[in-house]
């Protein structure tokens, strides 16, 4: 449910802009990212003294909706940060995306929308899957998911790899990329070159850093949201505030029927 509510997001964000991604981009995000890691997630031990509380059965209760719904929000609120960030770059107002045809998807993924967008979506697989990965009272540690530890460590280094170095590797994604080192596609043998006028993708060095604080930020918020709201201490402060506001609701008596039912009329029943 929530890998289909960011892939929604991101699908249209590009659908706005008539752009999508490499097709490299999707085998990592609907593929290689996301099957490790739900593989990786599943492997949490169990904690090694029971629960005093059993965890929620409702995959519709407000326990799970906060969380998926809070993160899906604060995942929604940087890529709209990082777009505004990039529209607001003095050296993009010249380079903006201004293709109309898009009958091939081979050639409207080489642009800095595109780019953008699926750095900062991209990492929120990796970023959301982290703060899914804590086990609360249920689990064991979540340090001790050594095969998730892993594979968050291997792809948010890629990652970051891809962001800031310009390389064979940052091209693979067509990011930070220019036509000396393209290389080949998923549905080609051979290098496609860059397909926009500037034959290249690579952004400043100093934007690429703006990039990295916002998935970090975004990595925050997003432990911070599932480990302290919804589940820690924050969260259970708010559910006994709750119970006791329902527990001061007056009780309906006998008496109160009783004097409800007379004030409108009505006889009461004596049985």
């Not at 898009?102 to 959301?128: A, C, H, K, P, R």
């Not at 006994?240 to 329902?246: A, D, L, P, S, T």
Request: proline share 4%; hydrophobic share 50%.
């Amino acid at each position: 449910f929530y890998v289909v509510k960011v892939e929604t997001l991101s699908q249209v964000i590009n659908a706005y802009f008539r752009i999508t991604f490499a097709d490299w981009n999707w085998t990592f995000m609907d593929g290689i990212w996301l099957i490790s890691l739900a593989f990786a997630l599943s492997l949490a031990e169990p904690a090694a003294r029971l629960s005093p509380k059993r965890p929620t059965s409702s995959l519709l209760g407000p326990q799970t909706l906060s969380s998926v719904l809070g993160i899906l929000f604060l995942n929604y609120f940087f890529t709209m940060l990082a777009i505004a960030a990039l529209f607001g770059a003095d050296w993009f107002s010249c380079r903006q995306w201004e293709f109309t045809d898009i009958s091939n998807v081979l050639t409207i993924g080489d642009n800095y929308e595109s780019e953008v967008i699926f750095l900062v979506t991209g990492y929120q697989y990796i970023s959301s899957a982290i703060a899914f990965n804590f086990g609360y009272t249920y689990r064991a540690g979540w340090f001790r998911n050594y095969w998730f530890v892993f594979f968050a460590l291997l792809w948010t280094t890629i990652h970051f790899i891809v962001t800031l170095v310009p390389s064979e590797l940052s091209c693979l994604f067509r990011v930070n990329c220019s036509n000396e080192d393209v290389v080949t596609s998923v549905t080609s043998i051979d290098p496609q070159p860059i397909n926009n006028p500037y034959n290249t993708t690579l952004m400043p060095a100093d934007f690429r850093w703006v990039l990295i604080l916002m998935m970090l930020l975004n990595l925050s918020a997003n432990v911070c949201w599932d480990y302290f709201i919804v589940y820690g201490s924050v969260g259970e402060k708010i559910v006994v505030f709750i119970k006791k506001r329902i527990s001061k609701k007056p009780a309906v008596t006998d008496d109160l029927r009783f004097s409800e039912s007379t004030e409108k009329g009505f006889a009461p029943v004596i049985t």
